[in-house]
């Protein structure tokens, strides 16, 4: 199966356990990997054939202006799961880092995969 990339999106969300950080908005940086199949785009040379990267990073920026979290874990369950929906993604690996969250780390996230990844035909 191919995929659709979005590396290092950086968004601005509410996001923290910390009753600081619910007071303002910080900076995550997202990586995706989307599965589909690219062959019926490629060959008609068509965007309405693929995963629209740009439609999915302003969805993306729309949902994280939106919502508030308290984990960076529940942002990426969310975040996956609308995506998986109104995108109808079969499978995706999504990464979310909070850089500056722990002072001797560049950044500390999460990392998950969700739906089936089609085979190869």
Do not use: N
Not at 76 to 99: D, Q, S
Request: proline share 4%; aromatic share 6%; with cysteine.
């Amino acid at each position: 199966m191919d995929c659709v990339l979005i590396e290092s999106l950086e968004i601005e969300t509410v996001i923290g356990v910390y009753d600081w950080e619910r007071s303002l908005r910080q900076r995550l940086v997202l990586d995706l990997e989307l599965a589909t199949d690219i062959r019926p785009a490629a060959a008609a040379d068509d965007l309405a054939l693929t995963l629209d990267y740009a439609a999915i990073s302003q969805r993306i920026a729309r949902f994280a202006e939106a919502h508030d979290f308290a984990l960076v874990e529940t942002f990426a369950e969310r975040l996956a799961a609308l995506l998986k929906t109104e995108f109808a993604i079969p499978w995706l690996r999504l990464t979310v880092r909070k850089p500056g969250a722990v002072a001797t780390a560049a950044a500390v996230g999460v990392r998950i995969e969700r739906g089936t990844r089609p085979e190869a035909p």
